[in-house]
């Protein structure tokens, strides 16, 4: 499949066609190419139309090619667009759907182009760290100014046909059709071909058209300020300004021919090699071991929460969002009523800032029941548990929820911790039991890990990880442990900030370096913003159950003082009521002091360097036992859940995909070094044996 050529009398319809998205594959482009050189040679022919079959125009590059040869191979984007652009017949390009990177810098050689309604067009490049590579630094301004241009470049947003048309001297959309876009196309482009041939009117191209703004240097200063401020760990925001500034200034085939070396230089930077790792990643994700995607699924139509505490609620709301009704079972008066009116009142908040219209608020509540009866779940398609951690609170719940569920209906536990296999085990039907590790605030956050337990059913799997994209999650499955893929890893990053602390750091000195690094928030803030407390009631049952583990006593001492953190005001750092800046403690200073003198140790100076090799090489030792023992299916899943979940650096590519930049043989050198520091623990940094064997073999997780 690639492209095909039909003849309506005297006009050409050339389709695009590469099933999902009519991507630009380097057969796809030669057929085009072709097809647009018979459409040339024809002299029957007086126009042609571009249309793309199924859903939409054209998703663009073909990603399968990407980073290939094949990518560039002639005829590549750039040539054919120009082979478009120079045919001496109107070229019509009829979009409808979506019209994206390549698929638009594609359109825009053509020298009309014609839309459906609700069509919505983006250059999405930057999305992956690079600049558009097919002419959309140069046509695009040309065809809507630049600063519209430079907002749809520099965002990669999509935006819809209705907005770019309604922009004042916009040369993008030459008409909206509202009927068959097809049959509309066909008449556009006749009376085209009738006007140029008798008039001889001169055919229209983009690349003729001056790109111009009345204020460019001050407006080019500003707009480079903003994408600065915006995104500084990223080069390709200011790149495509610059590469915009290069086609105002010296004209059109020098701002070509800059797009194309910045593109190219583009494609190397670590940068833009994380973000597409991230890309591949979340694709990849969806893909179950044993699960064919053909797994027919369950319908969810009604879904149901137990428990209306910080994480029902939060879960309550994902379905609400998408139109999906929701039965809420609380078993006290005051947590249910707590529960629902905050979920009204984040929705009002939304109301406020504009973000959601009244109305929409009345249609989501009006979704949801709000109930003390367990009964009332009966009905439900979908139910996730989200009671106490506690694991015999748990087992009452699903032994209830297996005499009163249908038959059929998938039962979820949102536990952190708690054997999914073992809770699946009291109910009779664990085929239908599975976790759905929501993180917290459940409506904001976009990391889901989806438990899978020794039992649990293909179609189970399936449907969840199909809801989980409706709700517009992240969804990653885990295979069942102690804490899952994040948290387990987690645990480990949290056990070396301690020794860090023990051996000289402040938790300020730390928060730093990994903010430096780019991680969102520092750990020891991100400890005082979750409660120090959570983590405190987990290390009590592991000093029972792992009694040989050590963690610093640094963390159990701040919680015997009673600093749980924000919502104490106090925690590694103090707060001042009601607010979140945090400021470094005299008290924990005092405390940590104060250790260090207890049991015998001399501070000495870390730097930034080791802080965060230290810490994101814990995480990585775990990740790939976790990998090993397959937990995780795939290296790039670990990535996403600390992508997605942790706020680990975007520009980094994950935790696996660092070490891989880095060399796993450097890794297993770092380690080596820590393991001989008489104050770290030996046994910590003792390499996984995946990672022992892949950085001996020279190989990489990713
Ligand atoms: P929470 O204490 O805020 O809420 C639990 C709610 O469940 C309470 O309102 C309680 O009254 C209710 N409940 C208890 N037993 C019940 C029963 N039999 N029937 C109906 N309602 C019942 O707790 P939370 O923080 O929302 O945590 C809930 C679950 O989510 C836990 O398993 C926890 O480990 C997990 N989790 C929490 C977080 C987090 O950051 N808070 C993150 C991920 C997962």
Not at 504 to 518: F, H, M
Request: glycine share 10%; aromatic share 6%.
């Amino acid at each position: 499949m690639g492209a095909t050529l039909t003849l309506h009398d005297d006009i050409a319809v050339i389709t695009i066609n590469n099933p999902p998205v009519n991507g630009f594959s380097l057969v796809t482009r030669r057929e085009l190419g072709q097809a647009l050189e018979e459409a040339a040679e024809n002299k029957q022919i007086a126009a042609i139309v571009l249309v793309g079959a199924g859903n939409v125009f054209s998703g663009g590059a073909d990603i399968r090619e990407f980073g290939s040869q094949q990518a560039w191979a002639e005829p590549n984007l750039r040539s054919l667009t120009r082979q478009l652009e120079f045919l001496a017949k109107p070229v019509v390009a009829a979009i409808h759907g979506l019209c994206l990177g390549g698929g638009l810098e594609f359109a825009m050689g053509a020298h009309f182009r014609v839309a459906a309604p609700g069509t919505r067009f983006a250059l999405p490049e930057v999305k992956l760290g690079l600049v558009p590579g097919g002419g959309g630094t140069q046509r695009l301004p040309r065809a809507l100014g630049v600063e519209a241009a430079l907002n749809m470049i520099v965002s990669g947003e999509q935006v819809d046909v209705a907005i770019l048309q309604a922009l004042p001297g916009q040369r993008l959309i030459d008409r909206i059709i509202t009927g068959d876009l097809m049959e509309g196309a066909i008449a556009f482009a006749r009376e085209r071909a009738v006007d140029i041939g008798q008039n001889g009117t001169p055919l229209p191209r983009l690349r003729d058209l001056p790109a111009q703004h009345p204020l460019a240097e001050g407006f080019l200063q500003f707009a480079r300020n903003t994408a600065r401020a915006a995104s500084d760990r990223f080069p390709a925001p200011v790149k495509c300004i610059d590469v915009v500034e290069t086609g105002i200034r010296h004209g059109f085939e020098a701002g070509l021919a800059s797009e194309r070396d910045t593109f190219v230089a583009l494609m190397e930077s670590p940068e833009s090699r994380a973000l597409r790792h991230a890309f591949f990643a979340e694709r990849a994700a969806s893909r179950i071991p044993e699960v064919p995607e053909s797994t027919p699924l369950r319908n969810i139509g009604q879904v149901a929460v137990i428990g209306a505490g910080t994480m029902g609620t939060g879960i309550t709301m994902n379905f609400l969002n998408v139109g999906i009704p929701v039965t809420l079972v609380e078993a006290k008066p005051e947590a249910l009523e707590r529960g629902v009116n905050g979920i009204r009142s984040i929705y009002a908040g939304q109301v406020k800032k504009g973000k959601l219209k009244a109305p929409e608020l009345e249609q989501r509540l009006a979704l949801l029941q709000a109930t003390m009866r367990m009964d009332d779940c009966a009905g439900a398609d979908l139910v996730i548990e989200a009671v106490f951690e506690d694991r015999a609170v748990k087992e009452s719940v699903f032994r209830e929820l297996d005499r009163l569920a249908k038959p059929g209906a998938i039962l979820a536990t949102n536990t952190s911790t708690l054997d999914v296999d073992a809770i699946a085990a009291v109910t009779s039907r664990p085929a239908d039991v599975l976790g759905m590790h929501f993180f917290s605030p459940a409506n904001v956050m976009k990391l889901l890990e989806v438990v899978r337990g020794k039992a649990t059913a293909h179609d189970v799997l399936a449907t969840v990880m199909s809801i989980a994209k409706k709700i517009r999650k992240t969804a990653v499955v885990s295979r069942v442990c102690d804490g899952f893929i994040g948290n387990r890893m987690i645990d480990q990053y949290g056990r070396q900030s301690g020794f860090l602390l023990e051996e000289g750091c402040t938790p300020q000195q730390v928060d730093r370096a990994l903010e430096s690094y780019g991680f969102a928030m520092g750990i020891f803030r991100m400890g005082d913003l979750a409660g120090n407390d959570i983590g405190w009631a987990v290390r009590k049952r592991r000093y029972v159950e792992k009694p040989d583990v050590r963690y610093s006593r640094l963390y159990d001492m701040v919680c015997e003082l009673g600093r749980y953190g924000q919502k104490t005001s106090a925690g590694w750092y103090d707060y001042q009521p009601g607010k979140r800046d945090a400021a470094p403690s005299p008290v924990i200073a005092t405390m940590i002091e104060k250790f260090r003198a207890d049991t015998g140790r001399k501070p000495r100076d870390i730097n930034d360097e080791e802080i965060v090799h230290r810490l994101v090489w814990a995480l990585v030792n775990e990740g790939a036992r976790i990998l090993e023992e397959g937990i995780a299916s795939r290296a790039s899943d670990i990535d996403l859940v600390y992508l997605a979940g942790y706020g680990f650096p975007a520009h980094r590519g994950g935790p696996m995909r660092y070490a891989d930049e880095i060399g796993l043989y450097n890794v297993v050198q770092d380690m080596k070094r820590f393991s001989r520091n008489p104050n770290d623990d030996a046994t910590f940094w003792e390499p996984a044996p995946l990672l022992a064997r892949l950085a001996a073999e020279g190989g990489r997780f990713t």
